[in-house]
Antibody, heavy 118, light 110 residues
Framework: QVQLQQSGPGLVKPSETLSLTCTVS??????????WSWIRQSPGKGLEWIGH???????NYNPSLKSRVTISRDTSKNQFSLKLTSVTAADTAVYYC??????????WGQGTLVTVPS | QSALTQPASVSGSPGQSIAISCTGT?????????VSWYQQYPGKAPKLMIY???SRPSGVSNRFSGSKSGNTASLTISGLQAEDEADYYC??????????FGGGTKLTVL
């Protein structure tokens, strides 16, 4: 089964850009059949889909975050990444990377708590 | 895309069966057999319990089962155990090729 390892800072200042990376083992971010997703969970709240990258680098994003989100991949490092710009305290959450389908997530990263101080 | 509707909480006694519903529309739950269910313990990543409405991944107890009728999917847990106490989420594929999530259900084992 695919394993996902997340990395990135746990503290981001307001108005700055949140950047996280997910390193994939046991699978390939270049796979034409797999989707590589980012999901977040605000403290005490439910899961929220952020977006995914798939196929030849196509992306889909949650409409509520679309103007601030970019998901990209580095095939040479077998990684995919999340950038969220202009963060506020409302973006404080545990961020997860997940795979392998658009709406089915067998594999999850360990989660990264990202705090944006108010 | 509106979130799928789940009850905020359900409860049951050990040994009993409970069901958690997940209601959507014909553009998501009702239109595709791509509903999945996840179990989440506090501080942990979600775990896939059911996919494609009623399929169970290897290693998941057969006490967990899934079904769908119209725009509503359901997760049933039989022979309830203390370790089943957790949050449960449903997710469905949608007509926009993106997922839609349920709001989550807290299961309490009395």
């Amino acid at each position: 089964q695919v394993q996902l390892q997340q990395s990135g800072p746990g503290l981001v200042k307001p108005s700055e850009t949140l950047s996280l990376t997910c390193t994939v083992s046991g699978g390939s971010v270049s796979s034409e059949h797999d989707y590589w997703s980012w999901i977040r969970q605000s403290p005490g709240k439910g899961l929220e889909w952020i977006g995914h990258i798939y196929d030849s680098g196509n992306t889909n994003y949650n409409p509520s975050l679309k103007s601030r989100v970019t998901i990209s991949r580095d095939t040479s490092k077998n990684q995919f990444s999340l950038k969220l710009t202009s963060v506020t305290a409302a973006d404080t959450a545990v961020y997860y990377c997940a795979s392998p389908r658009a709406s089915r997530f067998d594999s999850w990263g360990q989660g990264t708590l990202v705090t944006v101080p108010s | 895309q509106s979130a799928l509707t789940q009850p905020a909480s359900v409860s049951g006694s050990p040994g009993q069966s409970i069901a958690i519903s997940c209601t959507g529309t014909s553009s998501d739950v009702g239109g595709y057999d791509y509903v999945s269910w996840y179990q989440q313990y506090p501080g942990k990543a979600p775990k896939l319990m059911i996919y494609d409405v009623s399929s169970r991944p290897s290693g998941v107890s057969n006490r967990f089962s899934g079904s769908k009728s119209g725009n509503t999917a359901s997760l049933t847990i039989s022979g309830l155990q203390a370790e089943d106490e957790a949050d449960y989420y449903c997710i469905s594929y949608t007509s926009t090729s993106t997922p839609v999530f349920g709001g989550g259900t807290k299961l309490t084992v009395l």
